[in-house]
């Protein structure tokens, strides 16, 4: 039987990196410009989840104080912009893209604390939300982590692509 020393972790086996007909489509360009909105994409979906939670716990907590210095956290803009952002990239079927909670109206529904209905409403409508947003954050992972395998065969196909990522030009102001 093997001994694991405390605090040290054993490495664990990468995935071997496939070249897949679902990004074929995409440039070297175009498959990094997709890779970084399904990675903006996530820390947004990862921020709202966490505030989702944040007001779960306290509707839960027998409060639901909403402060106005707040309310701007989640406006119709700031919960639309990056979905457009990534839709715009995807080229192929995002049926395994779930669609978002209308976080918005979510995030400004006041309930009187003595309405007990409607504190249990809210707090069930928060709990779906919260589950919404850790489905569709669970797809953007799985198309991360297929861009990036898709990435590195490329590479590995073709090992100068790396060098494309370089900056092109001198940075200003240092010496040589």
């Known amino acids: 039987m093997e ?3 405390q605090g040290v972790r054993k490495p664990q086996v990468r ?5 897949s007909e679902q990004h074929a489509h995409l440039s070297l360009d175009g498959l990094r410009e997709y890779r ?4 903006a994409e996530e820390s947004n979906v990862s921020y709202w989840r966490r505030i989702i939670q944040a007001r779960l716990d306290v509707v839960r907590a ?3 104080l909403v402060s106005e210095n707040l309310k701007p956290v989640l406006t119709d803009e700031r919960v639309s912009s990056g979905r ?3 839709v715009e990239v995807l080229a192929s079927d ?4 779930p669609p978002l909670p209308d976080l918005a109206s979510l995030w400004e529904r006041q309930v009187d604390p003595s309405d007990a209905a409607g504190l249990a409403a809210l707090e069930a409508d928060l709990d779906a939300a919260e589950k919404q947003l850790s489905s569709y954050r669970s797809a953007l992972h799985v198309r991360l982590g297929d861009a990036t395998s898709e990435l590195i065969a490329r590479y590995r196909d073709e090992p100068n692509l790396c060098l494309t ?3 092109t030009e001198p940075r ?3 010496v040589a």
């Open 3 to 5: 001994q694991v020393q």
């Open 15 to 19: 995935p071997e990196p496939y070249r």
């Open 36 to 39: 970084t909105a399904l990675t």
């Open 62 to 64: 027998g409060s639901d």
């Open 84 to 86: 457009r952002a990534l």
């Open 94 to 97: 995002t049926t395994d893209i």
């Open 165 to 167: 990522a370089l900056p």
């Open 172 to 174: 200003r102001g240092r």
